[in-house]
């Protein structure tokens, strides 16, 4: 599986745009990228996932470059109930094997 | 649908003494895992059923913890004997096997603290 880094923290206000980079340069070429968000005292809960180009669902918005070898979650107009943790995932999207890093701890303030 | 369904959601045990965790995943998704997390070790996968049948339990950190998913429908956690480092919280999640599979869907979690 793929390493990712990503920041350890980010700070954000109430109505910004939030963007979130992960690097995963080992990615192979049938690897996804997923992201995933964890509110405190609760379960991680899946966001987006992509494969090429740009992603985008009723939450966020995923930008992967040509070289697929880093992305970008977006999320448009972030509130306090944004702050969470969250996670870049790069895997096949066979086997099942969902391997969590440290992720991103996003603190939103009014 | 409830969503996959822990229990307890909050434990408290003496260090030597067995403990069950159980989970109920989502009704149809063929694919169940457990995960534990703490502050030093983050998420961690311990092991994963597909059609209730183990196929990775190499996080399974030793002897004292085992699984077993008797039907599509349940699963049990089991650690005995507890030791204080056991304490976390421990996830289950269910998804729908196929290029879906990285959309797991979590339960809220059982705290576990060992005493």
């Known amino acids: 599986l793929a390493k990712t880094t990503q920041p350890i923290s980010m700070d954000s206000y109430e109505g910004q745009e939030v963007n979130i980079t992960c690097s995963h340069n080992?990615?192979?070429?049938?690897?996804?990228i997923t992201w995933y968000q964890q509110f405190p005292s609760q379960g991680p809960r899946f966001i987006i996932q992509?494969?090429?180009t740009k992603v985008t669902n009723e939450v966020a918005s995923l930008f992967i470059p040509a070289d697929r070898k880093s992305s970008t979650l977006s999320l448009p107009r972030v509130s306090l109930s944004d702050t969470a943790v969250y996670y870049c995932?790069?895997?096949?999207?066979?086997?099942?094997?969902?391997?969590f890093g440290a992720g991103t701890i996003l603190r939103v303030k009014s | 649908d409830a969503g996959v369904i822990q229990s307890p959601r909050h434990e408290v045990t003496e260090m030597g003494q067995e403990v069950t965790l159980r989970c109920k995943p989502i009704?149809?998704?063929?694919?169940l895992f457990w995960y534990r997390q703490t502050m030093m070790r983050g998420l961690e996968l311990l092991i994963y059923?597909?059609?209730?049948?183990?196929?990775?339990d190499s996080g399974m950190p030793e002897d004292r913890f085992s699984a077993k998913m008797p039907n599509a429908s349940f699963s049990t956690l089991k650690i005995q004997p507890s030791e204080p480092r056991d304490s976390a919280v421990y996830f289950c999640?269910?998804?729908?096997?196929?290029?879906?599979?990285?959309?797991?869907?979590f339960g809220p979690g059982t705290r576990l603290t060992v005493t």
């Open positions: 999640a269910s998804s729908f096997g196929g290029l879906s599979s990285y959309e797991q869907y």
């Open positions: 080992n990615i192979a070429t049938n690897d996804y």
């Open positions: 992509g494969y090429k």
């Open positions: 995932l790069v895997g096949p999207p066979y086997g099942n094997k969902l391997v």
């Open positions: 009704s149809g998704h063929n694919s």
């Open positions: 059923f597909n059609n209730n049948v183990p196929i990775d």
